[in-house]
């Protein structure tokens, strides 16, 4: 094992060194090597918006955790007659809970906003049966749920207590999954990636096959032979993989702001240093190149001797 | 330095010939003949480790072939010159380059530019040493073929019909190489049907004279 990642380590720097004549023993294939840099470039491109959706979706999973984490809400049924009473002891004992920083009651105007998307504009709230709502915000360490419920059976029989528990997890879940599905088509762009170059290192390989026999016949070992190739392959990776990541930060850049559109595939992109993570994408692909070619190379090999 | 024990050689289940054995000692100098099909060519792949024989043993400089890798088939290869009737070039390589291989893929290439320029000369060649093989005619080919087999100075040279596509006066002047490089100390196996080569070639170095017909390698006399 250890001998193996030697010699792949040896291979790896022969390659960054390069050898000429070894290069120069396979005929260029002007095509075929345009293709494959234009593959590598497209896949690039779509790796960009792959991790950009990543990191946005887990960017919009901490926000939404963190400021539905911070509040809460306190619905109120009661009859008519001890809303208000109870209404008032509702604030009191928020105001003596630990871990609240703020307990406020809706006003009917607010609460008609809440309801307009559903009811229209002109909805009669002080005429309809309809709950008080008490908005309460949390310290940084929050309250004790259990604790709370506990006393307010005692004490506010009409109230519930919502900790938005029930919207949070579906929302959180939801981005994370969105998050998942970004790093797993990333995954399937590197996989597709390395069947593309594995097919082009082995039609190369197979439209070469004369060359391969020359140069077995001057005793030129298998290592060598697949050098050429592996080298030809992965500098025409990174090379089509550098352009496509740069067009692709340039479109990610280009996207509208998110502040002024508002919605949630505005906010697609790279904040701070994250921007330096498309980076890595060319020499990622170069190194799937590298992998995908010197195996097909070496089993080509094996199977042409 | 190579040497065939017994050996048999099948294909598609028929054999194609067995119980053969052949030594290639140093400043040897030996001649195949035989029908078309008989396994000329078969036998030099044997020697040079392109094939594996279905039984029997072939020795590569001491080494059993069949429990050699193929790196180290690759090293014994160096040290073997082989030319074939097709010479088998890199095309899109000037001549200069392709006589040059051997040393480009052993790691030598940088020390030997005057060996190179010497060995170009003493095969004619210098003036076509910029040309794609394409250009060249079938002697210009064959003479090249013989430079890049002896560039490395192989102690084993394997020739395969090298006289098969040129006249007389080239099949002479290649002969002349092979008796040349055979008096340094290299062993020479040459497969051929041309048998007014070898007896221009006895005339001239001791060289025995093999037969392979009917599965078997016999000696035989010049009058063939």
């Known amino acids: ?305 | 330095m190579i040497e065939l024990r017994n050996v048999a050689y099948s294909y598609g289940g028929a054999e194609l010939f067995s119980d053969l054995s052949l030594v290639l000692g140093p400043g040897s100098f030996h001649f195949l003949t035989g029908p078309s099909g008989a396994g000329k060519t078969t036998l030099l792949k044997l020697c040079y480790g392109e094939l594996t024989a279905s039984s029997g043993e072939v020795l590569l400089f001491g080494a059993d072939a069949r429990a050699m890798d193929r790196d180290m088939v690759a090293l014994a290869r160096q040290r073997i010159g082989v030319v074939h009737q097709d010479c088998q070039f890199l095309d899109h390589l000037p001549l200069a380059e392709n006589v040059a291989l051997p040393l480009t893929v052993a790691g030598r290439k940088g020390d030997a530019a005057q060996d190179l320029a010497d060995l170009l000369g003493w095969v004619g060649l210098t003036a076509q040493a910029g040309q794609l093989p394409p250009q060249l005619s079938g002697g210009e080919r064959q003479r090249a073929a013989l430079a890049r087999a002896v560039i490395m100075s192989p102690d084993v040279i394997l020739a395969d019909e090298p006289t098969g596509n040129i006249d007389w006066e080239m099949s002479q002047r290649l002969l002349t190489l092979l008796i040349e490089l055979n008096r340094m100390g290299k062993a020479v196996l040459v497969a051929t049907h041309d048998l007014n080569l070898i007896r221009a070639a006895k005339a001239q170095v001791q060289a025995r004279v093999l037969r392979l017909r009917g599965g078997r390698l016999q000696s035989a006399g010049v009058d063939l």
């Open chain 1, 1 to 305: 094992m250890r001998v193996r990642a030697g010699n792949t380590l040896g291979m790896a720097l022969s390659l960054v060194a390069g050898d000429k004549q070894a290069d120069r023993a396979v005929p260029p294939t002007g095509f075929t090597a345009q293709l494959t840099v234009f593959a590598a470039g497209a896949m690039a491109f779509l790796a960009v918006f792959a991790l950009a959706l990543s990191l946005a979706t887990g960017r919009l999973a901490d926000r939404w955790a963190a400021e539905l984490a911070r509040t809460s809400t306190l619905r109120i049924s009661a009859p008519a007659d001890q809303m208000a009473a109870q209404t008032q002891a509702a604030l009191r004992l928020l105001q003596t809970t630990p871990g609240v920083a703020e307990a406020r009651a809706l006003t009917a105007d607010e609460q008609r906003d809440l309801l307009e998307p559903w009811f229209g504009p002109d909805l009669p709230v002080e005429t309809l049966p309809i709950p008080q709502l008490i908005e309460i915000v949390e310290t940084g360490e929050g309250y004790d749920a259990i604790g709370l419920r506990a006393r307010l059976q005692a004490e506010v029989p009409g109230a519930l207590l919502d900790d938005h528990t029930r919207w949070r997890e579906p929302l959180v879940a939801a981005a994370g999954r969105l998050r998942v599905l970004g790093w797993l088509a990333i995954g399937l762009i590197a996989a597709a990636t390395a069947a593309m170059i594995t097919l082009a290192a082995q039609a190369a390989l197979s439209a070469n096959a004369q060359v391969i026999r020359v140069l077995r016949l001057v005793g030129a070992r298998d290592v060598y032979i697949a050098r050429a190739f592996v080298r030809r392959f992965t500098l025409r990776a990174l090379s089509g993989a550098a352009v496509g990541t740069v067009a692709g930060m340039l479109a990610v850049l280009l996207l509208p702001d998110a502040d002024v559109a508002g919605g949630f595939l505005t906010g697609l992109g790279f904040s701070g240093w994250h921007w330096v993570l498309p980076l890595l994408i060319p020499p990622l692909a170069a190194l799937v190149a590298f992998a995908a070619t010197r195996a097909a190379a070496l089993r080509s090999l094996k199977e042409q001797s």
